[in-house]
């Protein structure tokens, strides 16, 4: 049921297993996960699980981390709105994932959302979204750019992010102004309980938070999609953190 790759580190006896959530195709009965998490992980020496939506809870008691992968929009009906300009959903999957962040945050265990993974949190956590940037914001700039249709190379950064000094994600990427890929049109509108806000694009879009305590992080951006040096301190701060 599960894929373990990557390579193992020992520290001890200990290996680091980090969990990754996937894509469920619900109409065709298959999950998939872009390489690119799987590598980023490894790189930093921790092994993964790739985890599909059908799983028991008990699996936070084996793994030291959790990153929730990007995909589809989360559905509206999980934090209390109608549905209005929001695309493909994968309501099987929000449901896990929704139980999986309360699970890891309920025994203190490091998490980590990209896209769609920090809207789980927010939404894990009591927050809700808005459901399509462009119709719902003025004069934003543009946050979603197609792979599907080759408008842009998924490595390449197309807005700038400002950081919060007083965070977590400052300390990490060291740079209170970063340059960043963006293929979102859904962001975070109210913030869950217990999150802040630490990061915005120049239209004020909220673009990471994080916990007020312990190492909860949602990204918007995609930094597996990245080779710059801020992407790769995130995921080697995830990874250090999944370590203690």
């Not at 469920?24 to 980023?40: D, H, T, V």
């Amino acid at each position: 049921m599960f894929l373990i790759a990557g390579f193992a580190l020992c520290l001890g006896d200990k290996l680091v297993l980090i969990g990754i959530t996937s894509h469920y195709n619900w109409a065709e009965g298959f999950i998939q996960l872009r390489e690119r998490y799987i590598k980023k992980i490894s790189d930093e020496g921790a092994s993964v699980l790739i985890i599909p939506p059908m799983f028991s809870d008990e699996i936070a008691d084996s793994l030291d981390g959790l990153l929730l992968s990007g995909g589809d929009d989360v559905d509206p009906r999980f934090y209390g709105e109608p549905p209005r300009d929001v695309g493909s959903i994968e309501p099987v999957r929000d449901e896990a994932e929704i139980r999986l962040v309360r699970e890891f945050i309920k025994r203190d265990k490091p998490v980590m959302g990209i896209c769609r993974g920090a809207q789980v949190i927010n939404v894990s956590m009591g927050g809700t979204l808005i459901q399509d940037i462009k119709t719902e914001v003025s004069g934003a700039i543009k946050h979603w750019w197609s792979r599907r249709e080759s408008e842009v190379p998924y490595w390449y950064p197309t807005h700038r992010v400002r950081i919060e000094k007083d965070s977590m994600l400052f300390n990490t990427v060291k740079e209170e102004e970063i340059w960043v890929n963006s293929f979102h049109h859904q962001a975070i509108k109210k913030i869950g309980s217990g999150l802040k806000a630490v990061a915005w694009s120049d239209d004020g879009i909220i673009e990471a938070i994080e916990a007020e305590k312990g190492f909860l992080l949602g990204i918007q951006w995609h930094p597996e999609g990245m080779e710059d040096e801020p992407s790769k301190r995130i995921f080697r701060s995830f990874v250090e953190a999944c370590k203690r």
